[in-house]
């Protein structure tokens, strides 16, 4: 911890004792956890919405409108998106659930790097990029027949093999309704937990930004990780402003040390 400012050394012990004092823990992760894995966000400095503005390629209206437009952008992003690889800040997550402080990851992202990093309660907010399905006849496809379509029948965008109507990735856009067991199961557990522990999202797009006010209400409390401020800093128990992949590994830590503390403390 010694690069860290002293201010940043308290706020790691106090999160890391909110946690190791929970019962029901819960993460919520944005875009801002995938970026130090080489995924750009939607509205950090970088951001995809600066580049393709979400009324031209994030709504489902633009999507029907002109599907092979959504497609270029889709084909810039996947790569990135396929090869990433989970960082330290998704192997800290992993951890903590492993060692029974996280009930349940809610996540907005769509790039599954919570569950390459070995996490296994991970609740898709937003859908995943590894499916595909027809907006004809709701025919599936893998990722892996669609990266093949796409390099066999030179179409963008993809149509499908039944009915030949554009496919769209299993990623929820604008304008479309949230999958409904990970909305209602997140807004649930939102209300049972005692922590929330909140990384890398501007918290600006609902119904998501929301949860964190359920777990407020009921009287639970919320750590903020991010590296620039949210609307609920002013509501949370600790705000860090700094990288994901810097801090997480470093609450990790202090967990661990304060968790082999008590332990001596008991036995002497
Ligand atoms: N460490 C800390 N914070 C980071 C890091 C990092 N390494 N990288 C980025 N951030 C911060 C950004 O500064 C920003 O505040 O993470 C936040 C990401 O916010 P958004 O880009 O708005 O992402 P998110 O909150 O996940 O967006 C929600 O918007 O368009 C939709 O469906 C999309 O799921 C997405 C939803």
């Known amino acids: 911890m010694h690069t860290l400012k002293p201010s940043y050394k308290e706020k790691i012990r106090k999160a890391a004792k909110l946690l190791l004092n929970s019962k029901s823990a819960i993460v919520l992760t944005g875009a801002g956890i995938s970026t130090e894995s080489g995924i750009p966000d939607f509205r950090g400095d970088d951001g ?7 009324e031209t390629f994030g709504t489902l209206e633009s999507l029907l409108k002109d599907p092979s437009k959504f497609w270029k952008m889709a084909e810039e992003i996947a790569p990135n998106l396929f090869n990433a690889k989970p960082n330290t800040g998704h192997y800290a997550i992993a ?11 809610i996540t907005q992202n769509v790039d599954e790097l919570h569950q390459k990093a070995g996490a296994v309660l991970v609740y898709e907010v937003h859908g995943n990029i590894n499916r595909y399905s027809c907006l004809g006849c709701r025919a599936s496809y893998t990722k892996q027949q669609v990266l093949n379509k796409l390099k066999k029948e030179k179409n963008s965008p993809p149509l499908c093999d039944v009915c030949a109507a554009p496919l769209k990735p299993s990623v929820v856009l604008f304008g479309e309704s949230l999958p409904k067991f990970e909305i209602y199961y997140s807004q649930d557990v939102a209300k049972k937990s005692d922590v929330m522990l909140i990384v890398g999202s501007s918290l600006s797009v609902a119904p998501v930004c929301d949860l964190p006010l359920y777990t407020l209400r009921e009287g639970g409390k919320l750590i903020i990780i991010n590296d620039e401020p949210t609307l609920l800093d002013s509501k949370a128990e600790v ?19 304060l968790m082999e503390e008590s332990h001596s403390d008991t036995k002497s």
């Open 239 to 257: 705000v860090i402003h700094n990288k994901i992949g810097t801090i997480l590994p470093l609450i990790v830590e202090e967990l661990k040390r």
């Open 48 to 54: 995809i919405w600066k580049k393709y503005p979400i």
């Open 95 to 105: 951890e903590l659930e492993k060692m029974n402080i996280v009930k349940s990851i």
